[in-house]
């Protein structure tokens, strides 16, 4: 997945425009309650499924800021909060044509945050949010880029207990 990002990057110099009829690059935020034992999922309106938050970059090759400012305007959060500016994980997936829009793919880039509080807003590109259990989320999603965020913020919960670390 990496190099199939890297690559896309390199060859398309507006790879940060939804304009881009063939893909291009969107961030999104995986954020965590301050327990760090709930992610916060929208069952995005036009996809009809439960993802994590994010959008697209409109030209903003900071993928880190969009990461948190869809995160912002989809949830309302107050005092959300990066874990990291790193990124946290990658995804590639297919868009499904829809109207005029063709099929296409976003290339997606994700940050671990953290939420002080839990009360959300739910925004108009949603049905609705929902703190979902991460030893729960089986429930509510298959997603595999979900179960895999789902399987790298345990991991880094355990190694950041074993440390006496608070950095989850």
């Known amino acids: 997945m990496v190099d199939r990002i890297s690559s896309f990057v390199e060859a398309n110099t507006d790879c940060f425009s939804r304009e881009l009829a063939i893909g291009h690059i969107t961030g999104s935020a995986w954020i965590l309650d301050s327990t760090g ?12 499924i439960w993802v994590q938050l994010g959008g697209h970059a409109d030209g903003d090759a900071d993928v880190a800021q969009v990461a948190y400012r869809e995160a912002i305007e989809e949830s309302g959060l107050v005092g959300l909060q990066f874990v990291d500016q790193e990124l946290f ?10 109207g005029l829009e063709a099929a296409h793919y976003h290339y997606d880039c994700r940050f671990l945050f953290r939420a002080v509080e839990d009360h959300y807003i739910v925004s108009d590109e949603s049905h609705d949010l929902r703190w979902v259990a ?35």
């Open 89 to 98: 994980d990658i995804d590639i997936h297919q868009i499904p044509a829809r």
């Open 37 to 48: 034992t709930r992610a916060l999922l929208t069952h995005h309106k036009k996809l009809n």
């Open 134 to 168: 991460l030893d729960d989320m089986g429930s509510v999603t298959s997603e595999p880029s979900i179960t895999r965020m789902v399987d790298k913020t345990q991991t880094l919960i355990q190694t950041s207990n074993s440390e006496d670390s608070t950095a989850v």
